[in-house]
C-alpha cells in the first residue's frame, strides 16, 4: 500500500457527454439506453411526441432516438482523417458503408473502422425484438490518426467477441475481477486480434491500450504498468458503481481519473455494488489538430480540402438503398466484407 508521499497524483475529470479524452483519443462517448419493445419496424413501440426527431439527444424514458428519423441510430455521414472503435456491450448495431462493407453486430463485438480519406458510414440501432425491451449498451471511441495516416486507404475490422481475451480472477471470498482487452493487452495475455494496418494502435511503440474493467463488491484489480512508461497517458473512466478506490486513493463519484502508467496501479471496489471502468491507453501523437464534425485534420486548410473533397466525391457514394439500412428481423451477427466476402462469428 503507497504511503501518502509515494501515493501517485490522481487527476479528476467529471463525466459529461461526451467523456473527456486526451490525445490520441479525440472524443469518447457511453450510450446506455434502455429502448421499449419494437414496432415490428425496428423502432420503437412508443410515441415519439416531444422528441427532437431529427437529432433526439434527451434520454427521455430511458433513451434516445439520436439522428434515426423512426429506427434510432445514425444515419450515413462522412468521415476523414481518424478511427471509430465501437464496443457493444448489449443490444445489435447494423453498420453499412460507402465501401459496401455491412454488418450486424454486438454482444461484445468491436468494430473498428478507419477513415482515413474518406468514407460515409450508418450506425442504426434495430429494436429487433416485440416482446421484449431492446436495451442497447455500448462506447464508442475515436483514436486520432498522425498525419502521414490520414489519407489511408479506408480499413473495416471486425473484433469479434469471442476473439477478444479476456481475463477472470476470484479471490479467497469468491469475488470477481475482469479484465477484457480490445487493444494492448498485458505482456501475460493472449494478445486480442490485430487493429487496423494504418492505425496509430499498430504503431509499435504507440502502446495503445482499450481495457473494460468489471470488479465484485470488494473485488481489487491490479493494473500492470504500461510498457511505454511515463511517455504513455492512462486514463481510467468509472461508470459504474457506488464506491471505489485508485492506489489508496478514494474516487468521489463516476469520474475519469489520471492515473501514471509507468507503474502498477490498484484498483478496488469499496462499494456495495459491482464497479465498472473503461481505460483508454496511448502515447500521444503530439500533432496539432483542426476539428470540424465529422473532419479531423492537422491544419484548417485541410479541415476545407475535405469540405470540398466530400462534395465532390462523396467518399465513394452511397450504393444503399436509404440513408439508414437495417439488415432484417435475423439477430444473426456477421459481416460483409467490401468485395463480397461474408464473415461470422467464429463458433
Known amino acids: 500500500m503507497p504511503t501518502p508521499s509515494t501515493a501517485p497524483k490522481l ?10 479524452t486526451q490525445d490520441p483519443f479525440l472524443f469518447c462517448v457511453h450510450h446506455d439506453d434502455r429502448y421499449p419493445t419494437g ?11 416531444g422528441r427532437q426527431i431529427g437529432s433526439d439527444f434527451s434520454y427521455r424514458d430511458g433513451w434516445s432516438m439520436y439522428h434515426g428519423q423512426s429506427v434510432p441510430g445514425f444515419p450515413a455521414h462522412p468521415h476523414r482523417g481518424f478511427e471509430t472503435v ?4 448489449t443490444g445489435r448495431i447494423d453498420h453499412a458503408d460507402s465501401m459496401g462493407a455491412a454488418a450486424r453486430y454486438g454482444d461484445g463485438d468491436v468494430q473498428w473502422l478507419t477513415a482515413g480519406r474518406g468514407i460515409q458510414h450508418s450506425e442504426m ?3 429487433l425484438s416485440t416482446t421484449a425491451p431492446n436495451p442497447l449498451d455500448l462506447f464508442q471511441i475515436w483514436l486520432n ?11 473495416f475490422t471486425m473484433l469479434w467477441a469471442e476473439a477478444i481475451p479476456r481475463r477472470v ?3 479467497s471470498a469468491g ?3 475482469e479484465l477484457l482487452c480490445v487493444a494492448g493487452a498485458p505482456a501475460d495475455m493472449v494478445p486480442p486480434p490485430s487493429p487496423p494496418p494504418d492505425s496509430w494502435a499498430s504503431v509499435a511503440d504507440a502502446d495503445v491500450a482499450i481495457w473494460t474493467l468489471k470488479l465484485d463488491a470488494g473485488a481489487r484489480l491490479t493494473l500492470p504498468a504500461a510498457r511505454g512508461g511515463a511517455a504513455t497517458k492512462r486514463r481510467l473512466y468509472y461508470f459504474l458503481g457506488n464506491g471505489l478506490r485508485i492506489a489508496d486513493q478514494p474516487v468521489p463519484g463516476h469520474a475519469a481519473t489520471d492515473v501514471p502508467a509507468d507503474q502498477p496501479v490498484e484498483i478496488v471496489n469499496s462499494g456495495s ?29 485541410e479541415i476545407r480540402q475535405a469540405f470540398m473533397d466530400y462534395q465532390r466525391t462523396q467518399f465513394g457514394g452511397w450504393q444503399w438503398p436509404d440513408s439508414a439500412p437495417v439488415h432484417g428481423s435475423d439477430p444473426t451477427r456477421f459481416a460483409h466484407r467490401p468485395g463480397g466476402q461474408t464473415e461470422q462469428p467464429p463458433a
Open 125 to 127: 440501432f434495430p429494436l
Open 145 to 155: 490518426l498522425p498525419a502521414r495516416s490520414k489519407f489511408a486507404a479506408p480499413h
Open 273 to 301: 455494488e459491482p464497479a465498472e471502468l473503461l481505460m483508454l491507453q496511448g502515447r500521444p501523437i503530439g500533432e496539432p489538430v483542426a476539428q470540424y464534425g465529422p473532419f479531423v485534420m492537422n491544419t484548417e486548410a
Open 86 to 89: 465501437t464496443l457493444v456491450r
Open 39 to 49: 414496432n415490428g419496424q425496428y423502432g420503437p413501440a412508443a410515441s415519439l411526441a
Open 169 to 171: 480472477e476470484t479471490d
Open 11 to 20: 487527476t479528476l475529470h467529471p463525466l459529461g457527454f461526451p467523456w473527456p
Open 175 to 177: 469475488r470477481r475481477s
